[in-house]
C-alpha cells in the first residue's frame, strides 16, 4: 500500500495520456482531455515532484513565406527579373533604363545590383551596366543560387517547423521572403518510475469526497481523497443578520467620541417642569417657544416638589432684567421636555464651581406630525465645558472636532439667538445633496442662566444641544428620518453599517 | 421664529444704497436672518426672535444703511408733545396705555404695509397675540388730544374696515378679530381709546376705528400700546416709533405724558423713551470671551456698522450709545456679541483645549451595552420604537398610570409609554407579514408614574412571535441573560394584562421584583391583527443592575 500512489482524477488522466504516447506536448496532452493547457499546468508540475513525468522547455519556430516570398515563388527572384530585363535590352544598358525596365523597388533594385555585381555577373561603370555573359563561372552559381533559393521557398510554403534556424533560414529572413514565429512549448515525458509503477498497477485514482463528515475527518479516508471544489460562480443565499440597531450603534459612536474627548454623560427626566425647561434658561414667558403649538403639556395633575429660593432667584431675574410679571403657576406647569439644556442645567446645579465637561445624549419631544424630516420625538445631543478659562472659541473649537470625528468636513460658522446663550452659534456643515444645513447650535450661557444655578462669576460655561438625527441621517445615508426609529426588522437588516463609523 | 417679506425697491429706498446681491446676503449673515425666498422684487427672511427691530424693512434697512455705510447711527430727535394721555379710568385688568407721536412721514402703500407686518409680528412674537401687549396707530390729523385710555360697559363707533356703527358687543360678536379677541376683553368693562372730542381711536386689543385710520396722505401718526406688561409695552412702542421714523427724511418723534390721578400702579410718566443705554466693553472682555484681540478703534468701527453710536473710546475700552429699538441689548455681554459678529465667527480662533478629566459613558448606557451583547448573542435583533404612543393603546393593554399629553398633534402620540410593552406588540404588528418568526428586543426608555411622580426607567423588553413559539422560549431567554450576568431568575406566577393567565411570570432576582414574562392574550392578538403566539419579556434594567452591582 505505501508504494501506492493515488492521484486526484485530473492528474491520473494525465499520466495515463503521458504513459500512452511516452512523449507529448502540454498542449496535445490538454486536448486530448478536453481542458486548457493553463488548467493542467499546476498537474504537471505536482506530477513532476512526485517523478512521474519529466518536463522541458522548448521554443519552437514556425516559418511561413511572407508576401514577397510568395511572389517570388510565383514569378520569379528579383535577380532573375533582373538579368532578365538586361538580356531584353541588349546585354548593356543605362541603370535608369533597366530600373524602368525591371519594375522593382528602389530597395530591391539596390539588394540585387549588388548582389549581382559581388557575383561577377555583372559590371557598373559610369551609370552603364553590362552583362558579363562571358564568366561562366558567375554564371553558374547564380543559377544554382536561384535555383536553391526557390527550392526552400517552395518547401517553406507547404508549413514547416524547425527547433532551431539554420543559416538558409536566417538568409531568407533578412531578404524578408519569409516571417518566423516563436512559440514555447512545454514536452512531457514519462519516467520510468512512471511506466514502472503503471505497469505494477499502483497508480490509482482519488476518491472524491463531497462532504466532510465526522466519518470522513476520523477514519483518515481524506488522506487518499480528493475535496470536491466548490464551484465560486453560483451565488449563494444571504443570511439574516442578527444585529444592534444601525441607529443605536450610531449614537454608540458618538458616546465614544465624546468620552474620547473628556466628557462625562449625565442623564435628565424627560418630563421637566416649564421652571427648567425655560424659566431657569432665561425665556420670557410670553415668549412663542412656549406656546402649546410648541411643546407638549401634560393631562396629568402631578406633584411639584421645587425648591422655594431656586423660584425666587427665577422670579427676581426675569422681573429685574426682562420686566415683566413673572407667573409662578406658568413655570410650575410639567412639559415633556423641548430639549436636553435642562439636563445641562441640573448638571451645573449639582456640581457648582469647577473644571468639567458633561454631556447627554436622549430623547426631547415637540408638537410636529411626523413626515421626512420631522418628528414629534428626536435625540438631542447636549453638552457642556465649564471652566475659568473656557471661551467662545472653545465652544467653535468643540464643533470642528467633533464633525472631523463624525467626518463631516467642513464647518462654518454664523450667529445666531437662543434666549439662554450670548454669544451664540450656529454651525453648518455641507450636505451632499442639500449644501449648508444647519447642525450645530450653540453658545456661552448667559450669567441671568447661571446666577441662579449657583455657579460662581468666574466660571463661563459654552453650551450646546445638537439635534443629532439630522446628522445620524447623513451618516447612515437615510433620506427619511422616521427610518431611525425603526422596528423593521427587513430593513433594520439591510442597512450596512456606515463608513464613517469604521474610519 | 417670524418671517418677513419686504420690497427690495423699497428696502434699497430705506437703504439709502442700490445692493448687489452679494452685499444683500452677507449683510443679512451678520443680522442672524436666514433667506427664505429672494428675487429681484422680493425678499422674504427669516428672523431671529430677539431682532425686533428686524420685523419690516425699516428697520432691516437701517441696518444695511449702517453696514454700507450711507448712513451713519445717530440718536433721535425727541421732544414733547405737551399733550398726554389719561389713564385713570383704565380697565384694571388692561391697565396700562403708553402712546407716541412721529411727524413728517411719507407713506405709501407699501411702507404702510410694513408697519402693519411690524405691528402683527411684534403680537405674534413678543405680544402673545395681543393678550400682554397690543399695538395700534392713528392719522394725528383726525385726532384731538389730549387722548383717553378707559374703560365702558358700551360704546358705539365703526370699526376699521366696516362701513357701519357697531357696539362694542356687536364688534365682538360679527367681526372676525372680534371673536378671535373677545377673549382678552370682560363684558361690560370693555377698554377704549378716545380724544378730547369723544372720537373712538380703537377698542383695543379687538379692532381700530375707521374715522382715523392712516392712509398714504397720513403725515403725522399717533402709535398707542395697551396692555398688561409695560416694560414690554415700551420696548415695542419704542420699537415702532423708531420705524415710523425710518419713514421721513427729518423725523420728530413726540413723547405724550402719562396722567393717571394716582390711580393704578404707573410705572413711567411719559412714552416713549428713546434715551438708549450707554455700555462699556473692554479688549478684555472681547479677549477672554472670543480669543481675538481687537483695538478699541477696530471695536468702534465694528460697533458703528452695528447701529451703535461711539460716546467714547481709551486705550482699552469703548463706550457706546445702544440705539432704543436694540430692544434684546440686555448687557455688555450682547455689545461683545456683536464685536465678535461683527469681527466674523470664521474668523476667530476655534481651539478646544485639552480635556482636564476623563469622560465616561453614563453607567445605565455601559449596562445597557452589555445586555444589547447578551441579546444579540442570544438571537435577537435590535429595534428602536417611540416612546410616544396611543394613549388608548396604553389604555387598551394596561391598567397602569401612564403620562398623557394635554394638546397631542396626532393621537397615535398622545401618551408616553409606561411600558415597552406596547412598543414590542407594534413591532409585532410590524413584522407580522413576515417571514415564520421574529426575534426582536428593544433596550429604552419607558415613563411610569408612582406616588404621582414621573419616573423615567431603562427597560429591556424582547419579543418572540411565531408558530411554535410558547412561554418557555420567553423564560430561556430571560433565564440565560440573568445567568450570565451571574444571578439567578425566579419565578413568580401573577394575573397581568395583557398576559394569559396560567402563562404569565413574574421575575424575581434576590427576592426584588425586575421584570415579567408571559404569552399574549389571543384577546389582544386578535385585536391588533398579530395572528401568531407571541411572547413578551421586559426586564428593568435598573433594577436589574442593582441586584447585579449589590451582589
Known amino acids: ?503 | 421664529m417670524p418671517v418677513i417679506e419686504v420690497s427690495i425697491q423699497d428696502l434699497e429706498r430705506l437703504a439709502r444704497s442700490s445692493l448687489s446681491n452679494k452685499e444683500l446676503l452677507s449683510a443679512l449673515e451678520l443680522m442672524k436672518i436666514e433667506i427664505e425666498e429672494i428675487d429681484t422684487s422680493r425678499l422674504v427672511y427669516e428672523v431671529s426672535h430677539d431682532r425686533a427691530d428686524l420685523f419690516s424693512a425699516e428697520g432691516l434697512g437701517r441696518a444695511i444703511a449702517h453696514l454700507v455705510g450711507s448712513r451713519e447711527p445717530k440718536k433721535f430727535n425727541v421732544m414733547d408733545s405737551g399733550t398726554y394721555v389719561d389713564v385713570s379710568s383704565a380697565p384694571a385688568y388692561r391697565p396700562y396705555c403708553l402712546v407716541g407721536i412721529v411727524r413728517d412721514l411719507s407713506l405709501d402703500y407699501e411702507a404702510i404695509r410694513q408697519l402693519t407686518q411690524l405691528q402683527e409680528k411684534l403680537h405674534l412674537s413678543y405680544g402673545r397675540n395681543r393678550e400682554l401687549v397690543s399695538i395700534g396707530f392713528y392719522d394725528l390729523r383726525k385726532v384731538r388730544p389730549p387722548i383717553k385710555y378707559l374703560a365702558v360697559d358700551e360704546a358705539e363707533y365703526v370699526p376699521l374696515g366696516y362701513g357701519r356703527p357697531m357696539k362694542l358687543s356687536e364688534v365682538l360678536e360679527s367681526t372676525e378679530k372680534g371673536r378671535l379677541f373677545s377673549r382678552l376683553v370682560r363684558k361690560g368693562n370693555y377698554p377704549l381709546l378716545e380724544d378730547s372730542r369723544g372720537e373712538i381711536l380703537s377698542f383695543p386689543p379687538v379692532l381700530n376705528g375707521e374715522s382715523t385710520k392712516v392712509t398714504e396722505d397720513t403725515k403725522d401718526v399717533l402709535i398707542d400700546v395697551t396692555g398688561t406688561e409695560p416694560y414690554l409695552m415700551m420696548k415695542l412702542l419704542n420699537v415702532m416709533v423708531t420705524s415710523f421714523a425710518e419713514r421721513s427724511s427729518n423725523p420728530l418723534i413726540q413723547t405724550l405724558s402719562i396722567i393717571s390721578d394716582g390711580v393704578g400702579n404707573q410705572p413711567f410718566a411719559k412714552a416713549p423713551q428713546l434715551d438708549g443705554k450707554i455700555i462699556s466693553v473692554t479688549s478684555e472682555e472681547i479677549k477672554a470671551l472670543g480669543g481675538v484681540s481687537l483695538h478699541p478703534s477696530s471695536m468702534s468701527k465694528i460697533l458703528q456698522s452695528l447701529g451703535y453710536v461711539v460716546e467714547e473710546m481709551d486705550k482699552d475700552s469703548v463706550r457706546v450709545w445702544v440705539p432704543p429699538y436694540r430692544i434684546d441689548v440686555h448687557d455688555r455681554v450682547d455689545v461683545v456679541e456683536d464685536v465678535l459678529i461683527g469681527y466674523g465667527y470664521n474668523r476667530l480662533k476655534a481651539d478646544i483645549t485639552n480635556p482636564t478629566h476623563a469622560g465616561w459613558r453614563h453607567p445605565i448606557e455601559i449596562f445597557s451595552d452589555v445586555v444589547r451583547n447578551i441579546m444579540l448573542g442570544l438571537g435577537f435583533t435590535e429595534v428602536v420604537n417611540f416612546m410616544m404612543v396611543d394613549a388608548d393603546l396604553i389604555r387598551f393593554l394596561t391598567d397602569e398610570e401612564f403620562i398623557e399629553v394635554a394638546n397631542p398633534k396626532m393621537k397615535t402620540y398622545s401618551a408616553v409609554r409606561n411600558s415597552l410593552i406596547p412598543s414590542l406588540l407594534l413591532t409585532a404588528k410590524a413584522n407580522y407579514e413576515r417571514g415564520t418568526s421574529i426575534e426582536a428586543f428593544e433596550v429604552g426608555d419607558i415613563i411610569r408614574v408612582s406616588k404621582n411622580e414621573p419616573i423615567s426607567e431603562r427597560h429591556l423588553g424582547a419579543v418572540l412571535m411565531g408558530e411554535n413559539y410558547t412561554l418557555t422560549d420567553g423564560l430561556v431567554t430571560v433565564k440565560t441573560l440573568i445567568n450570565l450576568l451571574g444571578e439567578k431568575a425566579v419565578w413568580e406566577s401573577a394575573v397581568r394584562k395583557p398576559f394569559i393567565e396560567g402563562r404569565t411570570a413574574l421575575v424575581k432576582v434576590r427576592g426584588v421584583q425586575i421584570g415579567m414574562v408571559g404569552e399574549v392574550h389571543p384577546r389582544f392578538l386578535s385585536e391588533l391583527g398579530v395572528l401568531k403566539p407571541t411572547i413578551i419579556a421586559e426586564v428593568s434594567l435598573e433594577e436589574l443592575k442593582n441586584a447585579v452591582i449589590s451582589s
Open chain 1, 1 to 503: 500500500m505505501k508504494d501506492q500512489v493515488i492521484l486526484p482524477r485530473r492528474m491520473y488522466l494525465i499520466v495515463e495520456e503521458v504513459a500512452k504516447t511516452r512523449k507529448a506536448s502540454a498542449d496535445d496532452i490538454a486536448k486530448a482531455l478536453g481542458k486548457r493547457k493553463e488548467d493542467i499546468m499546476r498537474d504537471l508540475a505536482e506530477l513532476e515532484t512526485k517523478e512521474l513525468i519529466k518536463t522541458r522547455h522548448i521554443s519552437k519556430f514556425i516559418i511561413k513565406l511572407s508576401r514577397d516570398g510568395m511572389n517570388y515563388l510565383v514569378s520569379g527572384l528579383p535577380e532573375e527579373k533582373f538579368v532578365k530585363a538586361l538580356k531584353k535590352l541588349g546585354g548593356t544598358a543605362e541603370l535608369k533604363n533597366i530600373m524602368d525596365e525591371v519594375g522593382l523597388s528602389r530597395n530591391e533594385f539596390s539588394a540585387v545590383l549588388g548582389r549581382l555585381r559581388k557575383l561577377g555577373l555583372i559590371s557598373v561603370s559610369k551609370g552603364i551596366v553590362a552583362l558579363n555573359e562571358g564568366n561562366y563561372d558567375a554564371v553558374i552559381s547564380f543559377k544554382k543560387a536561384v535555383q536553391e533559393i526557390k527550392e526552400n521557398l517552395h518547401r517553406i510554403s507547404k508549413g514547416i517547423y524547425l527547433h532551431q534556424l539554420p543559416e538558409w533560414i536566417n538568409e531568407l529572413k533578412r531578404r524578408g521572403m519569409i516571417e518566423v514565429e516563436v512559440r514555447k512549448e512545454v514536452i512531457i515525458e514519462a519516467t520510468p518510475k512512471l511506466i514502472r509503477k503503471l505497469k505494477e498497477g499502483k497508480i490509482k485514482e482519488a476518491k472524491v469526497i463531497t462532504k466532510i463528515t465526522p466519518e470522513v475527518i476520523a477514519s483518515g479516508g481524506w488522506e487518499n481523497a480528493v475535496i470536491k471544489e466548490f464551484d465560486l460562480t453560483i451565488d449563494v443565499p444571504f443570511k439574516k443578520p442578527k444585529r444592534i440597531h444601525p441607529y443605536i450603534q450610531f449614537l454608540s459612536y458618538v458616546r465614544e467620541v465624546l468620552t474620547g474627548l473628556g466628557f462625562k454623560e449625565v442623564k435628565g427626566p424627560h418630563i421637566e417642569l416649564a421652571l427648567w425647561n425655560f424659566d431657569l434658561l432665561f425665556v420670557p414667558q410670553y415668549h412663542p417657544s412656549r406656546r402649546e403649538t410648541d411643546v407638549f403639556y401634560l393631562k396629568n395633575d402631578l406633584g411639584v416638589k421645587e425648591d422655594k429660593q431656586l423660584i425666587q432667584k427665577v422670579k427676581e431675574i426675569h422681573e429685574s432684567v426682562l420686566k415683566y410679571g413673572w407667573r409662578p403657576e406658568e413655570a410650575l406647569k410639567y412639559v415633556l421636555r423641548t430639549h436636553t439644556t435642562p439636563v445641562s442645567l441640573r448638571t451645573i446645579n449639582k456640581l457648582g464651581d469647577g473644571e468639567y465637561r458633561a454631556f447627554s445624549l436622549d430623547r426631547v419631544f415637540r408638537p410636529d406630525t411626523p413626515d421626512q424630516t420631522h418628528l414629534m420625538e428626536f435625540h438631542q445631543l447636549e453638552g457642556i465645558i465649564v471652566g475659568k478659562k473656557i471661551t467662545f472659541s472653545s465652544l467653535l473649537g468643540f464643533f470642528k472636532e467633533f464633525a472631523e470625528r463624525l467626518d463631516l468636513g467642513e464647518v462654518r460658522f454664523r450667529p445666531a439667538y437662543f434666549p439662554f446663550t450670548e454669544p451664540s452659534v450656529e454651525g453648518y456643515i455641507r450636505h451632499p445633496r442639500l449644501g449648508w444645513i444647519e447642525v450645530f447650535p450653540g453658545g456661552m450661557f448667559r450669567k441671568e442662566v447661571l446666577r441662579p444655578l449657583g455657579l460662581s462669576e468666574e466660571y463661563r460655561v459654552a453650551a450646546w444641544g445638537i439635534g443629532i438625527d439630522r446628522i445620524a441621517m447623513m451618516v447612515l445615508g437615510l433620506d427619511d428620518i422616521r427610518d431611525l426609529y425603526t422596528n423593521n426588522l427587513e430593513l433594520i437588516e439591510a442597512l450596512p453599517v456606515p463608513k464613517g463609523l469604521m474610519k
